[in-house]
């Protein structure tokens, strides 16, 4: 059985409030619970809230913009979260200021769980919650963006089912799932920023061990497929340019390229041979468009290949 | 208070068993609880089992593919669904066969729910789970792709928080929370298909409306900016094609089109007037993979436009 409670009740939280203790206050904590904390309360309590529009603080709160149309901006921000408008929120707080999101929401769950452990003798996991798109499905969802003393994922890799079967690739992500059940419990217009699961306490780790952090659960740039919007992808490779390679991901196996050139270009004359692709026919400006989104480029003109004159393409490893 | 059960002792399911009957000799139910069921056991009872792997199975259960690299498909499932190997599951089912999803997950949760009503007397919500990756983070969570009797998202456009600012765009999809909550009381490796969360009854719909069903959670194949990941969108659009368009979304408005071709084609003179857009300069390759993601093509030739002999764009709306 797991139980979540979100009680009514919290006080407005503001610049240097001790989160932990408004915490203490709200539950009797036992050991092996998981305590959630809003990243807007967090933030309230670390002074992250500036004058302004969620536009004027964009900027500064943007990694690299993921994808964009009309209104929205997706952006991947300084934590690697992939989130509209970086994650600034412009409500339960005063008008005019906007909230940005913690700076190293780990870090704030790990001083309040250590906090949570001195006040009160007991060994909880504590979350930093924020609400989060998806990029098919409609409606948000509570994710966890900063993780202290919490298995953040269950890794079932190697596990065998009751019929014998590996689960090659099931890994849990339970740290957003216990995110998504206190939003359940907590709702979004009433204030009730801070909630308490109870019953998976195999999944909190010994006082003084914090774990990964929900870091763990951030896709590192470039190993997602989905590093660009569809349309940012195509502006970017046929723009080309350093600095937008990496969220492509590391180079393609050759025979990617050379499917994706034969795909695109039926009429190109395509061989891969020696780390390296050589196509004969087809502009270079596509070429380098699908080489460039492949994590591959152009690196020297042949006059051998067997299509005619042709283009080399080599691996863009730095 | 939320609480979450998912006691373990259910049998094994096959084709024709009569799951609203295991759940209702499984739970004590109320008016108001939910009640979830994997999608693995509905398709079990429903008979969705068929011999060989995943990669057999496959080519079926795709409507169109997504991404792909390496081992990993991610495709669009004929319910909307985007999920890696389009949910086909090789786990917890006996070995040389796999286990698709249930045709239709909104009508095999109606049909759950009514049969509850007519067992036991209760209005229950249900809803039909599968556990589903995400773009940008690691690890799985589990979504409901089926529902009846209940609100799956809560809508809050216009609602006004304490400060009085507005809820402008906050929509939680309590549906994808529960069926994670559920998840954290079920694991992956023991038999507890059912789980049972009580104290959301307030989302629970009237008996006999049965609501959107989770079909509402799926964004639209086109309303999303990620139809396409980043290397199949370059090759898509370079490739054009009609039937690779509507992914890419409708088409954008002029002034985005413009922007994306000055970004890629500095030297392009570009104008957009009378809801079309000409450009001189620039190769006739390049501006068509970029009017094709951006929703327009190429209509025809001008001979007065400002920067010389140009072509003309307008949105490709059939």
Known sequence: MITVQAPDGAPEVGPGDDLAALVADLFDLADGDVVTV??????KAEGRVRPGTRDDALPDETRRVVARRGPTTIVRTSHGLTLAAAGIDASNVAPGTVVLLPEDPDASARAIRESLLARTGRNVGVLVTDTAGRAWREGQVDIAIGAAGLRVIVDLAGSVDAHGNE???????????LAGAA?????????RPFALVRGRDDLVL???EHGPGAAALVRPDGADLFGYGAREAVVRALRGGEQDRAAFGAPAEPDELVEAIREVLPGATVEAAAGSVVVAGGDVRTLSGLAFAFGWRPVDAVDDAPGGDGLRFRPATP
Chains 1, 2 share one sequence.
Do not use: F, I, R, Y
């Open 167 to 177: 689960l090659a690739v099931t890994a849990p992500a339970v740290a957003d799932e």
């Open 38 to 43: 809003t990243s807007k309360v967090v933030s």
């Open 183 to 191: 939003e359940l419990a907590q709702g979004k217009l009433t204030a």
């Open 206 to 208: 010994p006082a003084g």
